[in-house]
T-cell receptor
Framework: ETGVTQSPTHLIKTRGQQVTLRCSSQ?????VSWYQQALGQGPQFIFQ???????GRGNFPPRFSGLQFPNYSSELNVNALELDDSALYLC????????????FGEGSRLTVL | DAKTTQPPSMDCAEGRAANLPCNHS???????VYWYRQIHSQGPQYIIH???NNETNEMASLIITEDRKSSTLILPHATLRDTAVYYC??????????????FGQGTRLTINP
């Protein structure tokens, strides 16, 4: 148990649609990051949020956006879905006191048809 | 790109020690070595991390060479539940909000009965 919960666990969308994925964590987890993991690959960093602001981004286009809320929850939004967006999306959080450990959720598996 | 190199796969007999190597020849002085593992269809799980001294916790031991260009993760008594993909990652720790992990392909460890 990492204390990080993601929803939904699975979902199917069609090309061109928009999707919102959610992540919640326990108090004391002040930063959140999102990763995309295609089948057979390692997770790829999308972006991270600290104090409700984006403060780091990987090589992903602007149609990938996010929000972090004061209650330690977060959202990942993807607009204009493409077939290649099919992947497992992982949320990871870090404690205020940096122990070096990231706590990952179980992920949301998105399929784009 | 990942700054680490790992063998794509390894096998180990149940009950024996599993030794997973990792090369990180370009590691910087302020970068830590982290190990995570990912059991099929789950989020990555933190195992251990270290800077230059050997580290041990309830899950594993981490041996870092004196020049810090390589390391070995040791699972002392492997069980079937240790079958997973193991990722070796280098990361600068302690920077406020910094959560970017650069995952490579990892090592797929199979524990055989």
């Amino acid at each position: 148990e990492t204390g990080v919960t993601q929803s939904p666990t699975h979902l199917i969308k069609t090309r061109g649609q928009q999707v919102t994925l959610r992540c919640s964590s326990q108090s004391g987890h002040n930063t959140v990051s999102w990763y995309q993991q295609a089948l057979g690959q390692g997770p790829q960093f999308i972006f991270q949020y600290y104090r409700e602001e984006e403060n780091g981004r990987g090589n992903f286009p602007p149609r990938f956006s996010g929000l972090q809320f004061p209650n330690y929850s977060s959202e990942l939004n993807v607009n204009a879905l493409e077939l290649d967006d099919s992947a497992l999306y992982l949320c990871a959080t870090k404690l205020v006191r940096d122990t070096g450990e990231l706590f990952f959720g179980e992920g949301s598996r998105l399929t784009v048809l | 790109d990942a700054k680490t190199t790992q063998p794509p796969s390894m096998d180990c007999a149940e009950g024996r020690a599993a030794n997973l190597p990792c090369n990180h020849s370009t590691i910087s002085g302020n970068e830590y070595v982290y190990w995570y593992r990912q059991i099929h269809s789950q989020g990555p799980q933190y195992i251990i991390h270290g800077l230059k001294n050997n580290e041990t916790n309830e899950m594993a031991s981490l041996i870092i060479t004196e020049d810090r260009k390589s390391s070995t993760l040791i699972l002392p008594h492997a069980t079937l539940r240790d079958t997973a993909v193991y990722y070796c990652i280098v990361r600068v720790a302690g920077i406020q909000g910094a959560q970017k992990l650069v995952f490579g392909q990892g090592t797929r460890l199979t524990i055989n009965p």
